[in-house]
């Protein structure tokens, strides 16, 4: 018999809390297996409670749908210019194109790794001299911690352009008391299946403006008017989320906080396992911040780490015992798909992007293989 070898470590796989079956069965014992339903409408109801603003919340099909819908909802066309975080996943830029923009990539600034408040007026500078005025600016809270959301909304305020707020890693992060996702003008979360909740693929719009919420949520359902028949004066997407993955959603909610509180017990193992070991840094809270830490995150700096180790050396050393981590994710600005772009800042994504790891931080992740992931850490950084 040949031996299977170890069993795999994910970096972040779905966990659910017990009570989703019940939501789903429920759809199903009544027949409610459409993109609409008491699911659909308690699953907005329990963000709002979560978000504690008074917020409207529009759940869709995927984040990327919800920051397609909230530069439709700005009024973004072909030919405008959309600002864009550049570290970050394709997903907050992808919709800017959708539309036929142009994205604008902004550097991060070392603190939070998350867009630079002096570049992105920089930027927004240079837009405007060549008679280009931005559409929207779009933050991200990068692995759950929050941008500089009071400088960035001063910065957007003084100049009139909206905010698309990326808190797709964010939800349950907050920044000076103030939920991650309602800052913006339309915001965006994400429940993807290794997000902090998930709906098994699934987003949501969070916005202020009770109009953008509405007019979200008629594009969503194919931009039908009111007609007996099928009448179309807009065009419309197919974005709304089923009442079966919004059921997940709504027991996920029952243990939100829970998983907010492991995450950060995991980061806080990964900070007492590396405080010993040179070259080793993290993404830290400022005063005010208070991140969902998602995922745990370090960057390696190979002059200062013991026998010279990088942060690919430690993936390759972690995939050999079958345990998943992977690098931050590539700036924007660097991606074949993107060349060209505008990009407004220095090297700091890109370095955080040769130096980082996100390391597995599942809230599902048991003793026995956290031990594991000690184990092949202390083995490379001792031998070397």
Request: proline residues 5%.
């Amino acid at each position: 018999m040949t031996n299977a070898g170890p069993s795999k470590i994910w970096l972040s796989s779905p966990h659910m809390g017990g009570k989703e079956q019940q939501f789903v069965n429920e759809a199903f014992e009544t027949n409610w297996i459409a993109p609409l339903g008491p699911n659909v409408n308690g699953f907005e109801e329990d963000l709002v409670s979560f978000l504690q603003e008074d917020v409207y919340v529009a759940a869709l099909s995927s984040g990327t749908a919800a920051i397609h819908l909230a530069l439709i909802l700005l009024g973004v066309q072909r030919g405008d210019e959309v600002i864009c975080q550049s570290m970050t996943f394709s997903a907050s830029a992808n919709p800017i194109t959708y539309l036929g923009a142009t994205p604008v990539f902004v550097d991060s600034e070392t603190d939070t790794w998350n867009i630079s408040p002096e570049f992105l007026e920089i930027a927004i500078k240079d837009r405007l001299s060549k008679g280009k005025k931005p559409k929207a600016i779009i933050p991200v809270h990068l692995y759950g911690m929050p941008a500089k959301m009071n400088e960035i909304m001063q910065i957007a305020n003084t100049y009139e352009i909206p905010v698309v707020e990326d808190a797709a890693e964010g939800l349950g992060s907050s920044y000076f008391g103030k939920m991650a996702g309602t800052f913006g003008d339309a915001n965006c979360l994400s429940f993807n299946g290794n997000k902090i909740i998930t709906t098994s693929g699934g987003g949501a719009l969070v916005t202020k403006n009770k109009a953008f919420a509405e007019k979200a949520r008629f594009l969503s359902t194919q931009a039908r008017d009111a007609a007996p028949h099928y009448e179309h004066s807009h065009i419309g997407y197919n974005y709304r989320i089923s009442n079966i993955c919004a059921g997940i959603g709504r027991g996920q909610m029952e243990v939100l906080n829970d998983r907010v509180r492991r995450k950060r017990e995991i980061f806080e193992a990964y900070k007492q396992l590396f405080a010993n070991c040179p070259g080793v840094s993290f993404q830290e809270e400022l005063p005010g911040m208070y991140s969902n830490r998602w995922l745990t995150t370090i960057l390696i700096d190979p002059v200062s780490s013991p026998g010279g180790i990088t942060a690919e050396t430690l993936r390759l050393h972690l995939e050999k015992d079958n345990i998943e981590s992977r690098p931050l994710w590539k700036p924007m600005h660097l991606q074949p798909v993107f060349k060209g772009a505008p990009f407004f800042g220095g090297t700091v994504s890109e370095n955080l992007f040769k130096k980082g790891l996100c390391l597995p931080s599942g809230t599902n992740l048991v003793k026995k293989d956290f031990d594991r992931i000690v184990k092949q850490i202390l083995i490379l950084f001792s031998g070397a």
